[in-house]
């Protein structure tokens, strides 16, 4: 032992050095710093002292710096963590601070440091080969690139607090704080600065990518395990960010996010893998319910952490993890995830993949013993944009139902919303049907739909607007527009005129046989003599079967003599006298219009004008207050331009 550390620095090449080297690779193979404490550090030593990193290479060789050997180092771990990062940190500095010119005379080794730094980072401006300190520079950042993985690996580094970065932060701030200072007198160093401080930031990013690649989550805990990925994935997406996807279309930008995915995967044992995109579909999945809670159903959040796996080609393994963390929630959780959750996708077999198979969740989910009636609803707003027409249409029908139903009593704004959405969706399947739950909605809603001008409350100033509520004259012209656009639209200018004609008289029509079927008696019931009660008729309210009269009245059509017979009957029979006077005015104007000419301009005013009764009776049913003066004026406004 003596006559190895006396010669220590005697030329390598003499025999006696490499019997001391022999020595020390035989008895000291694993532990180089128990054989340089126990020379150096010894109450007994009586050695020049020199480095670690001089010790090391000289006996151990440069390359020992780089093996997990050096940083698995039991007698370096037993001094403690902040000695074993001040002997490490140590080794860096020797590497970083050589100096550029050693035959001029000692250099400081910050000072040495910060100049190699600088050169180090022209290189990126100025290609070339590097000079030998610069070299050694680059080495000692690939020295605390491997110090961060042996670490990591070893399960001895698990945050960005610990070893090598306890003194990262401290160490390049010095860096930083000489090279301002140089800069103050030297415009070669100011104009570094900025370059410096990203060279910098991109070696710490670098390091913590390092260590979130390599750690060891085999024993982590399960919110462990959740830091672990959440900080990997920060990475990941730092990462993406520096590939320039502003200069890539779409499917570039798809492709180079899924190459660096690889990248990532290959250094990740499958557990980790596992760990990450467990994480990813827990996240998405967070994020889904917040969105629907906050949002409800019909609008759609995109699965950002999801979607590079499925553009990685781990979308198998996604969506069996997917549906385990779905399996475990109740009916209500994974209605909402499948309503809320969406993915976009730039090419047509990814889409066509998540289409269909979120299509067979949504199938699934209608089918599972626990779904309630009372959901129905959500789900087929959540699949009437997904699923097929002809599938969706009966959820349409018995979801306004079900509405209808919940709405007469204390109905929540998101219910208003709901219906809102189904019914847009059925004015374009089934026009006639989506009419006649309007009006259906009209009849039992609890809140007022118009003003006391009998005016609609608008969406756009009024938070007492009714969300589904639509005009009738619009309504029609919505039904004419989808016509036009349809595949059978007119070819000609006198072809369109006829066309929308038709279109807004088969509306009327409709609405006309609304009505009577409000006056008629229900299935089953028979008057007594010529008399009838209240609560025999289809529509029991005097107030409404009077409005439905009066909308007749406007509406004039008698379609195969059904109006005169419904509202002769109602004359005749109906038990209150205000309803008998009205069905007298109205018999009288049905017998009169029904064969009178009319243009588009008459049936957009006999919309309006019905309407306007069907409005008031609404109003008054609940008991508001009608200003009939100001109701009057604004009707005579609206058929004036209808």
Known sequence: MELLTRHAAIHQNYALFDFAKSVALTYFSASPYAL?????????????????????????????????????????????????????????????????????????????????????????????????????????????????????????????????????????????????????????????????????NKSKTRLHEALYLHMDVSSASEEEKDAWAGRLNHIFIQRTYTLDMSSKTPVESDNAQSECLKIFCAHLSPLQIETWLQWSVRQDIKTALKHFERAGCGRHVFGDESRKWWLAGHSGVWKARFQEELSGSDIETRLAVLASLGMQFNTEAAHLEFHHWWKSLLENLIQDREFTINLIPQWTVAAMDRLDDEFVVPFIDKSIGVLRGQLSGDGKPELHAQLKLLLEKLDRLKPSKALRHRLMLMRSSTKPISDESVIRFSPVNSDNA?????????????????????????????????????????????????????????????????????????????????????????????????????????????????VRAIAKECYRAVRRDSKKERDLKDLKRGLIAAEWWLLMSQRLELNFDVNYEEALRKRRARLRNP
């Open 36 to 200: 340089y404490s126990s020379i150096f550090q010894s109450e007994s030593a009586t050695y020049l002292r020199i480095s670690y990193y001089r010790f090391v290479s000289a006996f151990y060789g440069k390359e020992y710096c780089f093996s997990p050997a050096l940083f698995q180092d039991e007698a370096l771990w037993a001094e403690g963590l902040g000695e074993r990062n001040e002997v490490l940190w140590g080794l860096f500095n020797a590497m970083t601070s050589c100096a550029k010119h050693p035959d001029k005379g000692s250099v400081d080794p910050l000072s040495a440091q910060m100049e190699n730094l600088v050169s180090a980072v022209s290189l990126e401006y100025q290609p070339g080969p590097p000079t030998r300190s610069t070299y050694e520079f680059l080495k000692g950042m690939e020295f605390l690139q491997t110090w961060v993985v042996c670490d990591a690996k070893s399960g001895r580094l698990r945050s960005e607090s610990e070893g090598v970065f306890l003194k990262l932060e401290d160490e390049w701030s010095s860096l930083r704080r000489l090279l301002r200072a140089a800069g103050s007198s030297n415009d070669h160093y100011r104009d570094m600065l900025d370059a410096v401080g990203k060279w910098l």
């Open 466 to 578: 009714v969300v589904w509520y639509l005009p009738l004259d619009y309504l029609a012209n919505v039904r004419w527009s989808n016509e036009v656009n349809s595949a059978s639209r007119p070819s000609t200018f006198d072809e369109y005129q006829q066309a929308e004609m038709e279109c807004y008289e088969a509306f009327s029509r409709e609405l006309v046989d609304f009505c009577l079927s409000r006056l008629r008696l229900r299935k089953g019931e028979k008057p007594t003599g010529n008399k009838y009660e209240a609560h025999q008729v289809t529509e029991p309210s005097a107030i409404w079967r009077q409005g439905y009269l009066k909308a007749l009245l406007e509406l004039g059509f008698d379609p195969k003599g059904k109006a005169h017979k419904t509202v002769y009957f109602t004359r005749q029979s109906d038990p209150d006298e205000n």
